[in-house]
């Protein structure tokens, strides 16, 4: 069986991390130690207020990340009832979240989903890393873009329409 396959001129730098959904960080983390060798994970709470975000709603999330062998992995506790990472937990139960994916080219990259029609669900800047998340369909996969290779200012916004989710190019605030 051969699919034609459209060729994006769009390069992906790496793989940065799978994210999971789950109800405690410690817990899942105790798990994971008990049969992998992941180190002493880093675990802190992250609060996204509204003005640390160009869309979506605020959140607050406890985070661990842990290393299985070459694989970074993103433990993702909602601290709030009303995160996408709750409603996620609560229609789907725990698991993969999101894949994470490294790139230069964020604004590029945010550019070409947006126009293949995929729904941003939340964008962010985080100790100067612009972050999005992406619903992707056909294939239900929940895709993070994290610009990994320049940080920004608090002066740098995407601009976004109300209600729209397009053009997410840095602009001045």
């Known amino acids: 069986m051969a699919w034609k396959l459209e060729k994006s ?15 405690s960080v410690e817990r899942t983390a105790k798990f ?10 880093e675990v802190y ?26 694989l970074q992995i993103e433990l993702l506790e909602p601290l709030d009832v009303k995160s996408i990472w709750s409603k996620f937990i609560e ?5 993969i979240h999101h894949i994470a994916l490294g790139v230069s080219n ?4 945010v550019k070409v989903t ?11 800047v985080f100790e100067g890393c612009r972050w999005c998340y992406f619903d992707t369909s056909p ?3 929940v895709i993070e873009y994290r610009e990994e290779y320049r940080r920004v200012t608090a002066l740098e916004e995407p601009v976004v329409s109300a209600g729209d989710s397009r053009g997410l190019e840095s602009a001045p605030r």
Not at 11 to 21: D, E, F, K, M, W
Not at 106 to 109: A, G, I, L, Q, S
Request: no cysteine; glycine share 12%; net charge negative.
């Open 9 to 23: 001129p769009v390069q992906i730098a790496n793989l940065s991390h799978v994210g999971i959904a789950v109800r």
């Open 32 to 41: 994971l130690s008990s049969i992998w060798n992941i180190g002493d994970p």
């Open 45 to 70: 709470d992250y609060e996204a207020k509204q003005e640390d975000l160009f869309f979506g709603e605020a959140f607050k999330l406890r985070i661990a990340h842990v290393k299985v062998g070459p």
């Open 91 to 95: 229609e789907k139960g725990e698991g």
């Open 106 to 109: 964020y604004d590029e990259m």
């Open 114 to 124: 947006q126009e293949k029609g995929h729904k941003l669900l939340v964008s962010a």
């Open 139 to 141: 294939g239900g996969i």
